[in-house]
């Protein structure tokens, strides 16, 4: 038999979302067909050891990681996750070997054929990481530096989507510094938006987003955004079908059955995302054809107009008085057991296993 090909699953990381990348990382890794594939578990935490921008406990994190050291992390950073995920997330942390083994960075072992990024939010969908590979020469899974870059940017994300004629919600950008400067001027400036959803400009998974009605509520929602953030978005509330759009594929491009989310709390925050009986995924969603043809068409030219490959997966609000607005596009989305795309994939045939094979696969078709 020939040599199965070595799978790098980069997770853990050193963003807010680090339990849950940590969690897809290890379904990742479990559920690749093993005679084909042999998955590595990595952590490039291990390189920010000296990064001053990260937490203190982060680093001590990154430096055990480095001396061969395992902290216990089924709690860190994860007192919102369901039981079974927490679970998840302390057996990968324990599993993953510093990502130097395995970059070809060390002398003496065996280099990745391949890497499929299973980070969440910055350092790591962000396109520092798909840099660093670029750098040193290893496909992975998912978009390149400049589309992981602008997705992670909301604000930038919509400025590109909105010049390519794709609608999105209104919004105004406040940042740390003129929060801090003088906060009633951007209180008053971003109350021209109310009622809103106020949030990080570079986080995922609903961390530090809430939402605002009045200007008492705007306060504390910058405050809490800023406090993950030195930029945050303030945009309008739209009221409607909550619909996500899984595209797959390199320069033929597949759309996924949409997915209607309906949480049971007052938004699809950091609980409701990753607990399922806090939501209602309903995938395919109870729209007619017509909507389903518009929602499926912006998911695509989202997808090209920022330049994704591989994977993406479009957020938008279908609105009955506003129409369809783009929310954003998460170009490497979750693959934890109650992850969006994998279950658009399954209603369109493709079985998890199926799913991530063919995203290796497309990582390592060269680009023309």
Not at 58 to 75: D, F, N, Q, S
Not at 180 to 187: I, N, S, T
Not at 244 to 260: H, K, R
Request: a negative charge; proline letters at 7%; glycine letters at 8%.
């Amino acid at each position: 038999m020939s040599q199965r090909v070595r799978v790098g699953v980069l997770l853990g990381g050193g963003s807010g979302e680090r339990p849950i990348s940590l969690a897809s990382g290890l379904m990742i890794a479990e559920h690749l067909p093993q005679e084909r594939y042999e998955p590595v578990l990595l952590d490039p935490l291990v390189l920010m050891a000296g990064n001053p921008k990260l937490p203190e406990a982060l680093r001590e994190r990154a430096r055990a990681l480095r001396e061969g050291r395992h902290l216990p992390e089924a709690t860190d950073g994860a007192a919102d996750a369901p039981e079974e995920l927490r679970e998840q997330i302390e057996r990968a942390s324990a599993g993953a070997a510093p990502a130097t083994r395995a970059l070809a960075l060390s002398d003496g072992e065996r280099g990745v054929d391949v890497v499929f990024i299973a980070l969440h939010g910055p350092w790591g969908e962000d396109g520092t990481v798909q840099g660093l590979l670029d750098l040193v020469g290893v496909p992975y899974v998912g978009s390149g530096t400049l589309a992981s870059a602008l997705a992670m940017d909301k604000a930038m994300a919509k400025t590109v989507l909105e010049a390519r004629g794709l609608p999105v919600p209104r919004d105004v950008e406040v940042r740390r510094g003129a929060w801090k400067r003088d906060p009633e001027a951007a209180l008053a400036r971003a109350a021209d938006v109310l009622p809103a959803v106020v949030k990080p400009v570079r986080q995922g998974s609903s961390i530090g987003m809430s939402l605002a009605s009045d200007p008492a509520e705007l306060r504390s929602a910058l405050d809490e955004a800023l406090r993950h953030d030195t930029r945050a978005l303030v945009e309008e509330r739209l009221r409607g079908v909550e619909l996500s759009v899984g595209v797959i594929g390199n320069d033929d491009l597949q759309t996924l059955p949409p997915i209607e989310i309906v949480p049971r709390r007052s938004f699809f925050d950091y609980r409701a995302k990753y607990d399922s009986s806090l939501t209602d995924e309903i995938c395919p969603a109870r729209i007619d054809a017509a909507l389903t043809a518009e929602v499926q068409d912006l998911a695509l030219r989202a997808h090209r107009a920022l330049g994704c490959r591989g994977l993406s997966r479009t957020d938008m609000i279908a609105d009955p008085a506003r129409g369809v607005r783009v929310l954003e596009v998460n170009t490497m989305p979750g693959m934890t057991v109650n992850s969006l795309l994998p279950k658009a994939a399954r209603v369109a045939g493709i079985g998890f296993p199926e799913l991530l094979e063919r995203l290796v696969q497309l990582a390592l078709e060269p680009e023309d």
